[in-house]
Nanobody, 126 residues
């Protein structure tokens, strides 16, 4: 059974940084692309970024990230990271990692992901 567990969320002041981690158990972590999403209060869940399992190439929602976030992965630890910097109050959300299933879906398409974590809360104070 595949499980994804996020950690690293918390309360941070505007301008600060956080690093989220997502540990994957079950399945073969290194064979799957991974993605990060977030959901702010009263808003739809949105794509943050993703990472390819072969090349570790990364893809971001530029309108969300604007160069402030970086995704990386450590296949030896079955872990994907989301490094967030220059945080703003509008980054406040529950952040989810997800495993991208095989197929031709874009990284930004939520239907292309088959397993999701429970989320970790990030709160940015002004």
């Amino acid at each position: 059974q595949v499980q994804l567990v996020e950690s690293g969320g918390g309360l941070v002041q505007a301008g600060g940084s956080l690093r989220l981690s997502c540990v994957v158990s079950g399945g073969t972590f290194s064979s799957y692309d991974m993605g990060w999403f977030r959901q702010a209060p009263r808003k739809e869940r949105e794509f943050v970024g993703g990472i390819n399992w072969i090349s570790s190439s990364t893809y971001y929602a530029d309108d969300v990230v604007k160069g402030r976030f970086t995704i990386s992965r450590d296949n030896a630890k079955n872990t994907v990271y989301l490094q967030m910097g220059s945080l703003k109050p509008e980054d406040t959300a529950v952040y989810y990692c997800a495993r991208k299933s095989a197929g031709d879906n874009y990284y930004s398409q939520q239907r292309g992901y088959d397993y999701w974590g429970q989320g970790t809360q990030v709160t940015v104070s002004s």
